[in-house]
């Protein structure tokens, strides 16, 4: 890890800056106003310096929360809010190209996965629209919050993207608040990444911004790890390189954790189409959700509860959530090093957002999501040549590494119960070499963390309405046909689709069938269901169950259909999957259970 220095000259003026502006915050009000709402460049404190009124760093103020003025009156840091022009993208608008600009638009779009051209053609600075909840220009904020370090981590990042995100961080982060920018690139090959890069950074008006060069390519997880090992400031807040943060952002994200340093604190997300960048809501408007999980640990998001809904005075105060989607949030730096940053033997991506949400709340934490702090984020939607995982793939030699790190995380925090609720979702997780987790079950024993029974019971109880304890697995692997050596296969369909056979390869995947002991047929979260009219489809499962109408018959290895007793079967002329009267003596009818053993397995077995 190279952290690439500012100039000397620049470190001298800022230090001088620094004085002037600590002798005017020590004079400043506790809830004095921060009129113009834009960040001007400001001072770095330092690490080892004193915080805002000579404040403590990493230590909570119990009681010392965010004051709601009322309807109508403006809160502490509210900008004013100024809507500009018409040009490209003002004010979070869609961007349409212009015909000629085709073929260079798709050949952007091959290197990044999303409209780049649109996004070069959109100011740095562009305005935003405010969906934030008419309750949020209401708020008055404690004016001694922990300083933060915005973590970004980048690997090929498009240049606008990225000082997009950048820019709209500065912009709009109140600068007493907004410690510095870490930058840190995860072994970019792409040349504008390179010297221009830090040529640009060399400005003054990226004062703030510090750039961290990883030496080889790390993964998302262990560069976050280095950024924040990198950061000195108070607070560590975790962006993509491809975002905007929205009015007045910083305050509501960094009270939390001012008063509870323990808190891991998470914005709201709104979309940035990928195609036309244009900015919209995800969630509907007045509505809370918060993050969950199913069983194969697929983040998902479900209502928030009456329950927790009844603690706040206020529809738009925080609240509790279990996990969250892992690309954005805040956390107190010292706290996130106490619990031992992200997991260091995960590899990549995957998995982390579940780990450090089970040992916050564990280990006598808490997560909250906080309904006045929206940051925009644009999600991928086109294949791209320049985000893949490269020279990663040769270093875990053809290892799942997202199935890796979730039988890491289950292994050290869940129950020995709920660990075979995962395996009974990912069988093959069991194959899996997961490396030392010795470290982390110490951690874990030292820092005397609750059971994840009690995380289940008090914390994350809404995930049983949705995703019940899974019954285990009466038969799982590939599902042959007898007369044409054809396995069940999902083919890679969303629901509601039809599915088919093809031939068998023994990898799972889309052919990993599973048959629960109360009758469930499964790929994966998905179920398999006849409609009693020839027609076989992968099928979102029925919410909150775990039963379901198939049978194996081992003795004449017909599947039957309970419910319309019939047998599953491959239709002699058409190859299609199909519900036929029963026939043990036809091999179309008959199916064997097979072993699945994964490429990656067979090398280790082979070694």
């Known amino acids: 890890m190279r952290v690439v220095q500012c100039r000397r000259s620049r470190v001298a003026k800022l230090c001088l800056v620094s004085v002037l502006c600590l002798t005017v915050l020590v004079i400043t009000v506790r809830h004095s106003r921060w009129p113009d709402g834009l960040a001007q460049l400001g001072p770095d404190t330092g690490e080892d310096q004193p915080g805002p009124l000579g404040r403590q760093a990493h230590v909570s103020h119990p009681g010392e929360k965010p004051i709601f003025l009322g309807e109508g009156k403006k809160g502490n840091f509210e900008p004013d809010i100024v809507t500009v022009g018409e040009a490209a993208g003002e004010n979070g608008k869609s961007h349409q190209l212009r015909?000629?600009?085709?073929?260079?638009?798709?050949?952007?779009?091959?290197v990044y996965g999303f409209n780049q051209l649109v996004s070069d053609e959109i100011s740095l600075n562009r305005t935003v629209p405010d969906q934030r909840e008419e309750e949020c220009r209401n708020w008055d904020y404690p004016t001694d919050l922990p300083t933060a370090s915005v973590i970004l981590v980048?690997?090929?990042?498009g240049w606008s993207t990225l000082f997009r995100t950048v820019n709209s961080v500065i912009n709009r982060s109140p600068p007493q608040f907004l410690h510095e920018v870490v930058l840190v690139d995860d072994k970019s090959e792409l040349e504008h990444l390179h010297q221009r890069l830090e040529d640009e950074l060399k400005k003054p008006y990226y004062a703030k911004v510090k750039l961290v060069r990883n030496q080889e390519r790390e993964g998302l997880i262990?560069?976050?790890?280095?950024?924040?090992?990198?950061?000195?400031?108070?607070?560590?807040?975790?962006?993509?390189?491809?975002?905007?943060?929205?009015?007045?952002?910083?305050?509501?994200?960094?009270a939390p954790i001012h008063e509870d340093r323990t808190t891991l604190s998470v914005p709201v997300i709104d979309g940035i189409d990928w195609n036309d960048f244009g900015i919209h809501p995800v969630y509907a408007k007045g509505s809370h959700s918060r993050g969950i999980f199913e069983w194969g640990f697929f983040y998902k998001?479900?209502?928030?509860?009456?329950?927790?809904?009844?603690?706040?005075?206020?529809?738009?105060e925080p609240y509790n959530s279990p996990t969250h989607a892992g690309g954005l949030f805040a956390i107190d730096r010292e706290w996130f090093?106490?619990?031992?940053?992200?997991?260091?033997?995960?590899?990549?991506?995957?998995?982390e957002n579940f780990e450090l949400s089970f040992k916050v709340w564990m280990c006598?934490?808490?997560?909250?999501?906080?309904?006045?702090?929206?940051?925009?984020?644009?999600?991928?939607?086109?294949?791209?040549?320049s985000c893949g995982s490269g020279t990663l793939t040769n270093k875990f030699k053809g290892v799942p590494t997202t199935l890796r790190n979730y039988k890491r995380v289950v292994e050290v925090w869940f129950d020995d119960e709920y660990k075979e609720f995962f395996y009974t979702r990912e069988p093959l997780a069991k194959l899996v070499d997961m490396g030392d987790i010795s470290q982390q079950l110490k951690l874990k024993k030292d820092m005397n963390c609750k059971s994840f029974d009690w995380f289940m019971t008090e914390i994350a109880y809404d995930v049983f309405d949705k995703y019940p304890k899974l019954p285990p697995n009466k038969y799982w692997g590939e599902l042959k046909n007898q007369a044409t050596k054809t396995c069940l296969d999902t083919m890679g369909k969303h629901p509601p689709s039809v599915i088919g056979a093809s031939g068998c390869h023994g990898g799972g995947g889309y052919q990993m069938i599973m048959l629960n002991t109360e009758g469930q047929l499964v790929n994966g979260e998905w179920c398999?269901?006849?409609?009693?009219?020839?027609?076989?489809?992968?099928?979102w499962c029925d919410m909150g169950r775990t039963d379901g109408p198939w049978q194996y018959l081992p003795d004449t290895q017909q599947m039957r259909h309970t419910k319309y007793d019939r047998c599953l079967a491959l239709h002699p002329e058409t190859k299609q999957l199909v519900l036929l009267a029963c026939d043990e003596n036809n091999l179309y009818h008959k199916w064997q259970w097979g072993t699945i053993t994964p490429h990656w397995a067979r090398t280790k077995q082979d070694g």
């Open 99 to 110: 015909v000629e600009q085709k073929q260079e638009e798709e050949k952007l779009k091959g």
């Open 528 to 539: 398999i269901k006849a409609d009693g009219h020839n027609k076989i489809t992968i099928a």
């Open 222 to 254: 262990r560069a976050r790890n280095n950024g924040a090992v990198a950061a000195t400031g108070e607070v560590v807040v975790f962006l993509d390189a491809h975002c905007e943060v929205t009015y007045n952002w910083l305050p509501p994200l960094l």
């Open 364 to 385: 006598g934490g808490r997560s909250v999501w906080v309904p006045c702090s929206r940051v925009s984020h644009v999600y991928r939607g086109h294949s791209c040549s």
């Open 154 to 157: 980048f690997h090929n990042e």
């Open 301 to 316: 998001e479900g209502t928030l509860p009456d329950k927790e809904a009844k603690k706040a005075a206020h529809h738009s």
């Open 337 to 351: 090093k106490e619990l031992g940053w992200y997991d260091p033997g995960l590899w990549v991506w995957g998995g």
